[in-house]
């Protein structure tokens, strides 16, 4: 019993990390999630309705889409430092330039 509970709420979380992290690279708003939630909801009830309750269950609100993204971020900041370490030599390009909303992007590329 709790087995499969357990196995059912990581799936819940890998789930909402997934939407978060399609979300951010999509350069979507946050607010999306509650749209997303609702797709996944009616999908679920369709194609499979016997695990309704699995698709209501992701935690999609607009602070744990924050929270995720934010984790998502230091991970991939992580992993890309302890890369760099082993590296003997690198060239480092950088551009700058503006989305949709006239935001500046940053990019480098190592």
């Known amino acids: 019993m709790f087995i499969k509970q357990n196995t059912a709420q990581k799936a819940s979380t890998l789930t909402g990390y997934v939407v978060a992290y399609k979300i951010a690279k999509n350069n979507k708003p946050y607010s999306e999630e509650e749209f997303v939630k609702d797709c996944m909801v009616s999908m679920g009830k369709i194609l499979c309705p016997e695990k309704i309750k699995e698709f209501k269950s992701v935690s999609l609100s607009q602070k744990t889409v924050t929270t995720r993204t934010d984790a998502i971020a230091t991970n991939l900041s992580i992993q890309f430092k302890q890369r760099i370490e082993n590296f003997k030599y690198f060239s480092v390009t ?7 909303s006239d935001t500046a992007q940053l990019l480098i590329f190592i």
């Open 94 to 100: 950088m551009d700058e330039s503006t989305d949709r």
